[in-house]
């Protein structure tokens, strides 16, 4: 199957600094990539749409100048954390739209996440 | 309310037993439902796939789908120690708005 990877699976950071997390489709062109967040026991909450060359779309209550989004290639999309706190601290994973044969709609295939946390 | 409601579980079952994780919905829109599977600390990998109302099968899996109640199920046979994870129930009117149950966090017991 397709493969995401996501990078760094982990980091540590003090408060105020700035953290980037690079999600790359390993063998498939993405049109799209997702952001999402996952507090512990919890599901995924979509942060952000990101198509490639456009400004992504954020989600209700997302902070666009807090979470910064470039998806500048049809294979990779950063996400950075600017001036991250300690309510930052959380795991962020990314997602990538393949089209499924015969369809309008895309198989999502998951990085494998990244935690951070922020002292 | 919820778009989507999942009971958080945790379902804990003896090896061999069916699993029956279901999800409920409010938005009629939906017509693509997918089953993650989620390890502990890993991103979700997709189980099934259904478009609109039906059955599918796949191995010892099988998603249904009833528009009519705004009701998924994820039947697993057999179940073995392996299949121990969280499971994600997720839809979508298109592919760019989908929405994601709490999760079911399964335990199967040698």
């Known amino acids: 199957g397709a493969v995401v990877s996501q990078h760094p699976s982990w980091v540590i950071c003090k408060s105020g600094t700035s953290v980037k997390i690079e999600c790359r489709s390993l063998?498939?062109?993405?049109?799209?990539m997702f952001w999402y967040r996952q507090f512990p026991k919890q599901s995924l909450m979509l942060m952000a749409t990101?198509?490639?060359?456009?400004?992504?779309?954020?989600e209700q209550g997302v902070e666009k100048d807090k979470f910064l989004i470039n998806h500048a290639s049809l294979t990779l999309s950063t996400l950075t954390v600017t001036s991250a706190h300690p309510e930052d601290s959380s795991f962020y994973i990314c997602?990538?739209?393949?089209?499924?044969?015969?369809?309008?709609?895309?198989?999502?295939?998951f990085g494998e996440g990244s935690r951070l946390t922020v002292l | 309310q919820k778009e989507v409601e999942q009971d958080p579980g945790p379902l804990s079952v003896p090896e061999g037993a069916i699993v029956s994780l279901n999800c409920t919905y409010s938005?009629?829109?939906?017509?693509?439902f997918m089953w993650y599977r989620q390890y502990s600390r890993k991103g979700p990998e997709l189980l099934m796939y259904?478009?609109?109302?039906g059955n599918k099968e796949d191995g010892r899996f099988t998603a249904q789908v009833d528009k009519s109640s705004k009701y998924i199920s994820l039947f697993i046979r057999d179940s073995q120690p392996s299949d121990s994870a969280t499971y994600l129930c997720?839809?979508?009117?298109?592919?760019?708005?989908?929405?994601f149950g709490a999760g079911t966090r399964l335990t199967v017991k040698p």
């Open positions: 997602s990538a739209s393949s089209l499924l044969a015969g369809t309008n709609t895309g198989e999502l295939f």
């Open positions: 063998d498939f062109q993405a049109t799209t």
């Open positions: 990101s198509n490639e060359g456009s400004k992504a779309t954020y």
């Open positions: 938005n009629s829109a939906f017509q693509y």
């Open positions: 259904t478009y609109s109302s």
């Open positions: 997720a839809m979508s009117a298109s592919n760019n708005d989908m929405r």
